[in-house]
T-cell receptor, first 110, second 115 residues
């Protein structure tokens, strides 16, 4: 059974800092890896999907990487802004379901 | 707005009552999923449909829970005899299998509070 872990659970950084969020998974037979953003009390917004054959995906200031052999994915956020404050979730997209980590709650201070 | 929609957004009920939630997926999507999220945790899978067929159910989906997608479009999730432990955010997602690598798109959720 796939288990997904995100460390740290919470992170606070000053505005403008580059930062990395970590996601680890126990089963390297991952299908796709999907990163989401969730604002308080709201649904999830899909940020990036990395196919199992890919190593990274980029969208604007976001870059996500996938290393199946080590069971890790990272989400890099460049030049963080207060508007980036949210919870970031990674998930193993196994085709029939998503298995989520617990999320990293990010606070970017002005 | 062509995203996933859910109704109602909030529901407060008393223990023992039945509740029903509705999800309307993105129109061309053939898969629809239900998840449950409690405070401070990531969402947990409940069940999914491909068109009108319910293909998988989590062990989290007790006998008090039932989901339908009668015409392969919208879906309903019913909880009978609600318990305080059912209090959570219920999230719906949809995807298009075969073209978009099954990228799932979520609705705003229905927050259920059982008193």
């Amino acid at each position: 059974k796939q288990e997904v872990t995100q460390i740290p659970a919470a992170l606070s950084v000053p505005e403008g800092e580059n930062l990395v969020l970590n996601c680890s998974f126990t089963d390297s037979a991952i299908y796709n890896l999907q990163w989401f953003r969730q604002d308080p009390g709201k649904g999830l917004t899909s940020l990036l999907l990395i196919q199992s054959s890919q190593r990274e995906q980029t969208s604007g200031r976001l870059n996500a990487s996938l290393d199946k052999s080590s069971g890790r994915s990272t989400l890099y956020i460049a030049a963080s802004q207060p508007g980036d404050s949210a919870t970031y979730l990674c998930a193993d997209n196994a085709g029939n379901m998503l298995t989520f980590g617990g999320g990293t709650r990010l606070m970017v201070k002005p | 707005d062509t995203g996933v929609s859910q109704d109602p957004r909030h529901k407060i009920t008393k223990r023992g009552q039945n509740v029903t939630f509705r999800c309307d997926p993105i129109s061309e999507h053939n898969r629809l999923y239900w998840y449950r999220q409690t405070l401070g945790q990531g969402p947990e899978f409940l069940t999914y449909f491909q068109n009108e067929a319910q293909l998988e159910k989590s062990r989290l989906l007790s006998d008090r829970f039932s989901a339908e997608r009668p015409k392969g479009s919208f879906s309903t999730l019913e909880i009978q005899r609600t318990e305080q432990g059912d209090s959570a955010m219920y999230l719906c997602a949809s995807s298009l299998v075969g073209i978009t690598y099954n990228e799932q798109f979520f609705g705003p959720g229905t927050r259920l509070t059982v008193l």
